[in-house]
């Protein structure tokens, strides 16, 4: 049994750029962490629209379990990168 699609999530987040990353070291010489525009999107609404999950979820048209998972996974990412020095990727 294959696991189920991927629901269509509705991402509204727009970015300029492909990377952040810590300035003077070249890009090659620091690790690359991805972000999708899914967490991108969930960040930006729970963390600065402060919208609850389930709100979040809503606009996104996914449920608030699944904000939920996104959301902890998006933070480890850019608390990883920021902690570390990792440059932030967006796919």
Same mark, same amino acid.
């Given at each position: ?17 492909? $990377?952040?990353?810590?300035? +003077? %070291?070249?890009?090659?010489? /620091? ?10 999107? !969930?960040?930006k609404l729970c963390d600065l629209d402060d919208l609850t999950q389930?709100? $979040?979820?809503?606009?996104? +048209? %996914?449920?608030?379990?699944? /904000? ?10 850019? !608390? ?12």
């Amino acid at each position: 049994m294959s696991p189920r699609c991927k629901k269509p999530r509705h991402c509204q987040c727009t970015f300029k750029g492909k $990377a952040f990353k810590p300035t +003077g %070291i070249p890009m090659s010489e /620091v690790k690359q962490i991805s972000l999708s525009r899914d967490e991108l999107e !969930a960040l930006k609404l729970c963390d600065l629209d402060d919208l609850t999950q389930e709100e $979040a979820g809503s606009r996104m +048209g %996914i449920s608030r379990g699944t /904000v939920q998972r996104v959301l902890a996974a998006a933070r480890k990412k850019v !608390a990883e990168a920021l902690s570390k020095g990792g440059a932030i990727v967006f796919e």
